[in-house]
C-alpha cells in the first residue's frame, strides 16, 4: 500500500501542478524546496536523526556528491513542472518509462553490472522505441531526455553514497535551499511573487512541500519491506498515470511516432520486467 500511495501521488502530481499554471516553474520549485525543508526538518527532529545531518554537511566525501545529487533533482523538478505547465506531460511520462532503462546502461557502462539475455533484448526493444521517439518528436525528445538522464543519475549517486534516504533528502534540499531563497528574494523584489497572491495559490505551494517529502517516505517505508522486482513492477504505475493525465484530462493528442515509440518501450518495459520476476523466483527457490 505504501508503494502503491508513492507512486500514484507521483503519477497525478501533474493534475496538482496545472493548478499553479500562473505561478513561474521556478517559484513552483523553490517553494518546493523550502517547505519540504520545513516538513523534513520536522521528521528529523521526530527521529532525533539531526545529529546525523550535521555530521554529514561536516564531512566532505558526502556533502560533494550530495550536492551533485540536489543538483540533478532541482533540474528534475524544474524540467518537469515547467513541461507539465507547457503542456508536454506525455513527453514527460515517457521520461520516467525510460527511466529504468537508463538506470540498466549506467549500471552497464559505469558500475559494470552485466545483463541477462532477457534483460539485454528488452532493452534493445526500448531503445529502438526511443530511437523512434527522437526521429518523431525532436521538439519535446529534451524533456523526456532530460527527465530520464537527471532522475537516473540522481538515483546512482544516491546508491552509491551511504546515506540514509531521510537523512540524505534533508541534506540535498538544505543545499538547494539558498538559490531558492536568493531566487525568491529577487522575485518578490521584482513584483513577481506567486506566494501571498490569494489564497489558493498561497496554500498549494505550502502543499507542495508534502507532495514532494510524503511520497519519498512512503517509497522508503516500501522499499525496505518489498523485493526489489515487485518494487520495479510498480514503479510503472506513476508514469502510466501521468501518460493518462495528458491525454484524458489535458487533451494532448499522439502521433503515429509517438504512439510507434511507447509501444516498443512498453513491450520493453514489459519483457524485462517478466525476466526480473523470473530470476527472482528462480533465486528464491535456490535459497529454499
Not at 126 to 131: E, F, K, R, T, Y
Amino acid at each position: 500500500m505504501a508503494a502503491i500511495a508513492a507512486y500514484a501521488t507521483w503519477g497525478l502530481l501533474p493534475i496538482f501542478f496545472r493548478l499553479l499554471h500562473h505561478v513561474k516553474p521556478v517559484e513552483i520549485v523553490s517553494q518546493r524546496i523550502l517547505w519540504s525543508l520545513l516538513l523534513v526538518t520536522i521528521l528529523l527532529l521526530a527521529r532525533r536523526n539531526l545529529p546525523a545531518l550535521w555530521a554529514i554537511l561536516r564531512d566532505r566525501r558526502l556533502v560533494l556528491p550530495l550536492a551533485g545529487s540536489a543538483l540533478m533533482i532541482g533540474m528534475n523538478w524544474l524540467t518537469y513542472v515547467w513541461a507539465v505547465n507547457a503542456g508536454h506531460v506525455i513527453a514527460a511520462s515517457l521520461g520516467y518509462f525510460l527511466n529504468p532503462l537508463v538506470n540498466v546502461g549506467l549500471g552497464v557502462l559505469l558500475l559494470h553490472e552485466r545483463l541477462r539475455r532477457g534483460q539485454a533484448v528488452a532493452v534493445g526493444i526500448a531503445a529502438v522505441g526511443a530511437a523512434i521517439m527522437a526521429a518523431t518528436a525532436l521538439t519535446t525528445l529534451w524533456i523526456s531526455i532530460a527527465l530520464a538522464l537527471t532522475f537516473a543519475f540522481y538515483g546512482l549517486i544516491r546508491k552509491l553514497t551511504p546515506v540514509a534516504p531521510m537523512t540524505g533528502l534533508g541534506v540535498e534540499t538544505l543545499l538547494l535551499t539558498p538559490p531558492a531563497i536568493g531566487y525568491l528574494l529577487w522575485l518578490s523584489a521584482h513584483g513577481g511573487l506567486g506566494f501571498g497572491q490569494d489564497m489558493t495559490t498561497t496554500v498549494l505551494l505550502i502543499v507542495t512541500g508534502a507532495v514532494t517529502t510524503v511520497p519519498l517516505v512512503l517509497f522508503a517505508t516500501a522499499a525496505q519491506r518489498l523485493p526489489m522486482a515487485t518494487l520495479g513492477l510498480l514503479q510503472y504505475l506513476a508514469p502510466t498515470l501521468q501518460f493518462l493525465c495528458g491525454i484524458l484530462l489535458f487533451g494532448e493528442k499522439l502521433t503515429t511516432g509517438q504512439m510507434a515509440s511507447f509501444a516498443l518501450i512498453w513491450l520493453g518495459l514489459i519483457l524485462f520486467a517478466t525476466d526480473s520476476l523470473t530470476a527472482a523466483r528462480r533465486n528464491r527457490l535456490a535459497a529454499a
